[in-house]
């Protein structure tokens, strides 16, 4: 199966060997995104609520540049860096989905790149 990659300056350029996301057949991965301002580089991370945001922003742009939007959304996977941030970030989340949310599990971990406290990588199908 044939693949491609999507890149779009409205999201942060990798921090490493990986590509913001690889479209194969039609299902489009979405490498994680955590809250690095693509205008500025600087990260937001002085809230969990505009944290979550700022990745939202960035997944919504990376999703566009693939043709797609968060209807197209099946799967998502939410790392924090503290389960007790997980009520402002679910409500953050939440903004950017109607009544047909994605599968999803969230889960806590040790660290994030560059001490964030919010990642999120998506799967789509077009």
């Known amino acids: 199966m044939e ?5 779009t300056k409205h999201a942060p ?3 490493g060997p990986y ?3 690889v479209r194969s057949g039609d299902l489009l991965f979405v490498s994680g995104q955590i809250a690095i301002n693509p205008e ?8 969990p609520a505009k944290e979550t945001e700022q ?5 919504q742009s990376i999703l566009k ?3 797609m939007d968060f209807n197209h959304v099946v799967k998502t996977t939410i790392f924090l860096s ?3 941030i997980f009520e402002s970030v679910n409500t953050a989340y939440g903004k950017y989905f109607s009544n047909d949310y994605p599968a999803r599990e969230t889960v806590a971990v040790k660290t994030l790149p560059k001490n964030v406290n919010v990642e999120i990588s998506v799967i789509a199908r077009q």
């Open 55 to 59: 990745v939202m922003q960035n997944l």
């Open 65 to 67: 540049e693939a043709g």
């Open 19 to 21: 590509s913001q996301a």
């Open 13 to 15: 350029a990798p921090i």
């Open 3 to 7: 693949k491609s990659i999507i890149r």
């Open 82 to 84: 503290d389960m007790a």
């Open 40 to 47: 500025t580089g600087n990260l937001e991370t002085s809230d």
